[in-house]
């Protein structure tokens, strides 16, 4: 039976029609004239651009730039792809199998692992412990992975948590794959918005030979709508996600491999992620000065990374009903923290600009406000 992706169709339902729209996991994405004059480009410079299909796996100079930011890797490892979303579903559909095991962190995005479940895939999980600044329970990693296990998912930084793996978490994962030759697929679409002054978040792309990295222009690059996404995978696996990309989409848009490109040169994509820093911490600031006037009813793990956090509030009611109140009386979205198995959570977007934060913010106090007194 075919299994929804709840988050996505919760967002589908509700995220056109509210006013404060917190639902989102990028940072407040750019306008085309914002990243033309970031690039110093000239927008009649596009113009010439032909709007035709480009390469099918992706402009060979796009291939180039993207190869360059993980050690090790070539054009031939790479498949430009229809934003991360693609790209999950391509792996799933190349690498599982009805009858093969997949384990995933538990709370996590459930892109690939609702992909592997419609396959006939078993899925295990193992934790990441709220308690403990939402670390990876390695005992049970080293429980959960048996010789059935085909695939690690791995988001790193993490969706919805914010987690950063640290070195003793990255071996583990890839001493208990190596154990059983299970592949790694890494969900790398937050890295570059790690919060202060943290360093970049390292990829697994060439820490182990059975590694496949993801990543898109969604998150850390404000650039969600340009739907451009990419895997990295040992060259010999690449015609295989190729000819199922064939059916899916065919390729990416001309447009999105030309601005992609602009955006990951070396001269821009810096420019990119320090913004996309600036938002995240001051935004995170923002939260948590707003919820501090209920400061008994809600509490906070600081995320390592990314524009988002998990918010934990004590109140009588369950997350999804918390949501739809939200919606239907503050004119405001949150996720729900049911799309992730936490109840009595919701996930928040804060990387937004300071005067619509302090709006949504004082609308969700509101709702808990009358809560408190009902």
Not at 294 to 312: F, G, L, T
């Amino acid at each position: 039976m075919f299994q929804p992706f709840e988050l996505e169709h919760y967002l589908s339902d509700n995220e056109q029609d509210v006013s404060y729209n917190f639902s989102e996991s990028g940072v407040h994405p750019l306008t085309l004239g914002e990243l033309l004059d970031i690039a110093g480009i000239e927008a009649d410079a596009l113009r010439e651009t032909l709007l035709d299909y480009p390469e099918v796996r992706g402009k060979a100079e796009l291939r180039e730039t993207i190869a360059a930011l993980y050690p090790g890797a070539y054009p031939d490892n790479v498949l430009v792809t229809v934003g991360a979303s693609e790209a999950n579903h391509l792996v799933a559909a190349t690498l599982l199998e009805a009858g093969d095991a997949v384990l995933a962190m538990h709370p996590s995005y459930q892109q690939l692992s609702g992909n592997a479940i419609n396959r006939g895939v078993h899925l295990d999980t193992v934790s990441l412990i709220e308690d403990e600044d939402w670390a990876l329970d390695l005992a049970e990693l080293e429980q959960r992975v048996t010789p059935a296990t085909k695939l690690l998912s791995i988001i790193n930084p993490h969706n919805p948590t914010g987690h950063i793996l640290n070195e003793a978490e990255r071996t583990a994962i890839i001493r208990a794959a190596d154990k059983v030759g299970a592949w790694i697929v890494a969900d790398e679409v937050y890295a570059g918005t790690e919060r202060g002054e943290a360093p970049a978040t390292p990829s697994f792309w060439g820490q182990y030979d059975r590694v496949i990295a993801i990543n898109s222009m969604s998150k850390a690059y404000g650039l969600p709508g340009l739907r451009t996404g990419w895997i990295v995978a040992p060259a010999d696996w690449v015609p295989a996600l190729w000819r199922r990309h064939e059916y899916a989409t065919i390729s990416a848009t001309m447009l999105g491999n030309e601005l992609t490109e602009i955006a990951l040169s070396p001269a821009v994509r810096p420019k990119l992620t320090a913004r996309a820093r600036r938002l995240i911490d001051r935004g995170f600031d923002v939260l948590m000065r707003e919820l501090a006037a209920q400061e008994d009813v809600y509490s906070v793990v600081p995320p390592q990374a990314s524009a988002m956090c998990i918010v934990r509030y004590d109140l009588p009611i369950d997350s999804r009903r918390f949501a739809d109140r939200l919606v239907a009386e503050q004119d405001t979205l949150v996720v729900p923290g049911s799309c992730f198995g936490l109840p009595r959570h919701f996930r928040f977007s804060s990387a937004l600009e300071e005067t619509y934060l302090v709006e949504g913010i004082r609308r969700i106090n509101a709702l808990v406000g009358s809560l408190l007194h009902a």
